[in-house]
């Protein structure tokens, strides 16, 4: 009879061993191609925040040397000095930020639910004022990237908008607004930034072209604070509102993006030469501005990277000894076995095909499983690895408190998710890692079979 007949007949026949190492294959099987998934989500992940955040730098206030202008430190990036880092060859795309003080006009903020300034007469100044915040395209700004705002009706602003905003969808339901009505601001007095001559103080009618959710209503202290009550809009409008033309603009910051992030050392090399008072300013690497992401990330990893190892050693051993109690069980068919003249190799190969016939099975309805189970470990495993992550970023800040604004919000931005598939690929490393389970737990459970002499093997039998 051959091998495969024999083990054929032998996981048949022996339908409660079978049905045992059926449970035990398919539930290394389930776990493994759970972690292998989840692996696979976190480095997709990780590639595609790379490309967003690897792949560009900001120039901003050195703020050990430059407060800003205004009482409240707005920033004063020259247009001479971006206008010098675009000609650099490799950067493709740029988004300026500006922030516009104004005075909303017939419309509500939304409200904090749970104050945490207590009122006072001098706040009430202050119930129309808000930031208006001018962006070259919106679609660039590190909070959508981050995913601390996510646009959800309409479209981003572009360099080619006048008179456009978005603003957040509780601000749009609390004062009835859709897509294309219209809000009116007017230049605040209570601006932080002394108006110059070309300031604009008639009101501007400014269209609403998309809106976007996202909420730190757990971290705000204040009204002007909420995401909720941030008002988005194109640079041409903020810079009308500040007086400002193209050359004499001064940004808040500015940020320039690659196409590859592997050019960013080169490119951060020509930028540091170029003739611009780097006392004043400085460069910052996107990807610094995402502490508690890169943290959460790699919090992740180690994770999932334990995982894996766990469930291979933890596999081995379980398969291992169980095999060792069915092998020691088998001994009067060994001893059989050899007696008829078959070889060691060829006992010890029937065992590996054993399992490889249940494995068939196993292995194929833990497709069915992971699908079921994958997701939501990943999901919990996200939400260890975010704790870590908030945990570095506070570690990082040393003591110092950070703002509740939105623009803050990207440096505690942790990962919110991953999207963990099950494919067929992943189904061929379970058969990779699950066959090298197979073949090591077999080879150890059956040393006292390659040890032991055939005469010692039948002397066992009786």
């Known amino acids: 009879m051959s091998m495969i007949k024999r083990a054929w007949y032998y996981v048949t026949r022996k339908k409660s061993k079978s049905l045992l190492m059926f449970l035990i294959l398919f539930g290394i099987a389930t776990a493994t191609i759970s972690g292998i998934a989840i692996k696979k989500a976190t480095v997709?992940?990780?590639?595609?925040?790379?490309?967003?955040?690897?792949?560009?730098?900001?120039?901003?206030?050195?703020?050990?040397?430059?407060?800003?202008?205004?009482?409240?430190?707005?920033?004063?990036?020259?247009?001479?000095?971006?206008?010098?880092?675009?000609?650099?060859?490799?950067?493709?795309?740029?988004?300026?930020?500006?922030?516009?003080?104004?005075?909303?006009?017939?419309?509500?903020?939304?409200?904090?639910?749970?104050?945490?300034?207590?009122?006072?007469?001098?706040?009430?100044?202050?119930?129309?004022?808000?930031?208006?915040?001018?962006?070259?395209?919106?679609?660039?700004d590190n909070k959508f990237i981050s995913g601390v705002l996510s646009l959800s009706k309409g479209r981003h602003i572009t360099k080619e908008d006048t008179q456009k905003v978005l603003v957040h969808e509780e601000?749009?339901?609390?004062?009835?607004?859709?897509?294309?009505?219209?809000?009116?601001?007017?230049?605040?007095?209570?601006?932080?930034?002394?108006?110059n001559e070309a300031v604009t103080k008639e009101k501007m009618a400014l269209e609403i072209i998309g809106m976007f959710s996202g909420s730190n209503m757990d971290r705000a202290t204040t009204e002007h604070e909420l995401v909720e009550n941030a008002i988005i809009s194109d640079m041409q409008t903020v810079k009308l509102l500040r007086g400002y033309n193209d050359t004499s603009a001064i940004y808040q910051n500015v940020n320039f993006y690659l196409n590859d992030p592997k050019e960013l050392p080169t490119i951060l090399d020509k930028v540091g030469k170029l003739p611009i008072d780097w006392s004043n300013y400085q460069i910052t690497k996107s990807s610094n501005d995402y502490p508690a992401l890169t943290a959460s990330l790699d919090s992740m990893d180690e994770l999932i990277n334990k995982m894996l190892i766990g469930i291979i050693v933890i596999s081995a051993i379980i398969l291992s000894l169980v095999l060792a109690f069915w092998v020691n069980g088998r001994i009067h068919e060994t001893g059989v076995l050899l007696s008829l003249g078959?070889?060691?190799?060829?006992?010890?190969?029937?065992?590996?095909?054993?399992?490889?016939?249940i494995a068939v099975v196993s292995f194929g309805l833990s497709y069915f499983s992971g699908q079921a189970i994958a997701q939501k470990i990943g999901d919990s495993m996200v939400q260890q690895a975010s704790e870590v992550g908030a945990m570095s970023a506070q570690q990082d800040l040393g003591g110092m408190q950070l703002g509740a604004d939105p623009n803050s919000g990207t440096f505690t931005k942790t990962l919110d998710g991953i999207d963990v598939s099950i494919t067929l690929a992943e189904m061929g490393y379970v058969w990779f890692i699950g066959g090298l389970i197979i073949l090591l737990s077999v080879?150890?459970?059956?040393?006292?079979?390659?040890?032991?002499?055939?005469?010692?093997?039948?002397s066992k039998m009786s």
């Open 44 to 140: 997709d992940t990780r590639s595609k925040l790379n490309q967003s955040i690897n792949a560009s730098f900001t120039l901003e206030n050195n703020l050990q040397n430059n407060m800003g202008v205004g009482s409240r430190g707005l920033g004063n990036v020259p247009a001479s000095a971006v206008e010098q880092i675009k000609s650099i060859d490799g950067i493709t795309e740029v988004n300026a930020s500006m922030l516009g003080e104004v005075d909303l006009i017939d419309l509500q903020k939304v409200k904090l639910t749970n104050p945490r300034v207590q009122y006072n007469e001098s706040l009430e100044a202050y119930k129309n004022f808000s930031d208006l915040e001018g962006m070259t395209d919106s679609s660039l």
């Open 342 to 357: 078959v070889s060691k190799i060829n006992i010890i190969t029937q065992y590996v095909v054993e399992l490889v016939i």
């Open 171 to 195: 601000f749009a339901e609390l004062n009835d607004l859709k897509l294309h009505d219209k809000i009116y601001v007017q230049a605040s007095v209570l601006s932080s930034v002394p108006p």
């Open 443 to 458: 080879s150890i459970s059956s040393i006292f079979i390659i040890r032991l002499k055939p005469k010692e093997i039948l």
